[in-house]
């Protein structure tokens, strides 16, 4: 461990919560007071070590927080019922990774499909470029799983309309162009005669 370390921490609220609890103790005519604060002293020293890290102003009020008031640590003193806690564990660490976007970019993918379903073979790609895409999106750790859903289900639901689509394209046939309804009929009228 480096000698940075082992030094003591210093921060305005550590030494304003000691000397106040100095003065209550001496107030008090406690006879405990120089071993009591040096555990308290070695308390915070503890757990700003435990953090890891230099220790931000925030970390200080969590660490006297522990501690509880200056009063609570007197009165204990004065009962005898003083014991300083273990130093705390340092706080979870925060993800500040950025998010994965896949899942938004399936559910965009998936409405473009299923707003293009019926665009021949266009809905049919799209859809399926949804669906890898919203499967990568669930591999990613850090992605929200229900955008990669939705954006799959759309991709399906296209996919299912664009392959129906296209089916029911090929079976009805061509359509006739439209002709003109006299045409018709005086066609029919001189086939059937």
């Known amino acids: 461990m480096s000698d940075a370390r082992r030094q003591p ?3 305005p609220a550590a030494e304003r919560y000691l000397t106040e609890l100095a003065d209550e103790l001496s107030a008090r005519q406690t006879a405990q007071q120089p071993g009591t604060l040096r555990e308290v002293r070695t308390y915070i020293d503890g757990s ?13 009020v969590r660490i006297l927080d522990g501690l509880g008031t200056v009063d609570d640590v007197a009165d204990q003193v004065q009962r005898g019922e003083f014991n300083p806690p273990t130093p705390l564990p340092p706080p979870e660490p925060v993800d500040n990774r950025p998010k994965s976007v896949l899942g938004g970019v399936s559910v965009i993918f998936g ?9 021949f073979l266009f ?11 919203g499967f990568f999106a669930l ?5 929200n799983r229900r955008m990669a859903f939705i954006g799959m289900a759309m991709g399906t639901a296209a996919f299912l309309l664009s392959v129906t689509f296209i089916l029911a394209s090929m079976l009805t046939g061509p359509e006739k162009p439209a002709t003109d309804a006299a045409a018709d009929l005086s066609s029919w009228s001189v086939v059937h005669r």
């Open 9 to 11: 921490h210093v921060s």
């Open 139 to 143: 591999k990613s750790p850090r992605v």
């Open 111 to 119: 409405s473009a499909a299923l707003a293009m379903f019926w665009v």
């Open 48 to 60: 700003v070590l435990s953090l890891g890290r230099p220790a931000t102003p925030l970390d200080f």
């Open 123 to 133: 809905g049919t790609t799209m859809a399926i470029m949804t669906i890898i895409v």
